[in-house]
């Protein structure tokens, strides 16, 4: 997420410029702990079909590949 995209988003969501030039560092901050919960949740979703997978004993499929793969990418985005 990009500071840009922090300042339109703030903008959309009503606040004035000068709001946020005052307020820049806080929104940034939020909406990084917005971006890494949203990460999280995604993350669990990956998690859940890699459970269904092995569960339903596919253990193997490319699924289950895919869906960890995904998992790993999204955590990875959380670390960068």
Avoid: Y
Avoid at 30 to 51: G, Q, W
């Amino acid at each position: 997420m990009t500071i840009e995209g922090i300042i339109r988003m703030a903008k959309e969501a009503g606040f004035a410029d000068e709001e946020i030039d005052t307020c820049q560092q806080i929104l940034i901050h939020f909406a990084n702990l917005v971006a890494s919960a949203e990460r999280d949740e995604c993350a669990k979703l990956a998690d859940i079909s890699v459970d269904f997978w092995v569960k339903g004993g596919f253990p193997e499929c490319a699924e289950v590949r895919e869906a960890m793969h995904i998992g790993e990418a999204i955590r990875a985005r959380k670390q960068a």
